[in-house]
């Protein structure tokens, strides 16, 4: 859904960091869903999640299962193929 149909009012910063203002903004909806948008691009997209989608995220990052995102990688991989089979399985 385009994130300019949700409205202007009430996008919040959860996350934001030292990244120039490039940040994920959040919007609880009043049927309790969450939506998600870029903030440098705050007419594009909006993913739309339900409040059991969020909660299990959220919960799930606080126990560690998004580490992996954290980890540098692997110097001795110069060439983007060899993360191919990677991004197909996801």
């Known amino acids: 859904m385009p994130a300019n149909h949700?409205?202007?009012?009430g996008w919040r910063k959860p996350w934001s960091g030292p990244n120039g203002g490039a940040c994920v903004e959040a919007l609880k909806l009043s049927d309790g869903r969450?939506?998600?948008r870029?903030?440098?691009?705050?007419?594009?997209?909006a993913l739309i999640y339900t409040h059991h989608e969020i909660e299990t995220f959220i919960?799930?990052?606080?126990a560690g299962a998004a580490d992996?995102?954290?980890?540098?990688?692997?110097p001795n991989l110069t060439t983007s193929a060899a993360t191919a089979p990677e991004?197909?399985?996801a």
């Open 6 to 9: 949700l409205g202007a009012e």
């Open 34 to 36: 969450v939506a998600l």
């Open 38 to 45: 870029q903030s440098t691009d705050p007419d594009g997209p």
């Open 59 to 62: 919960q799930g990052a606080k």
């Open 68 to 74: 992996f995102l954290l980890t540098h990688p692997d």
């Open 87 to 89: 991004r197909r399985a």
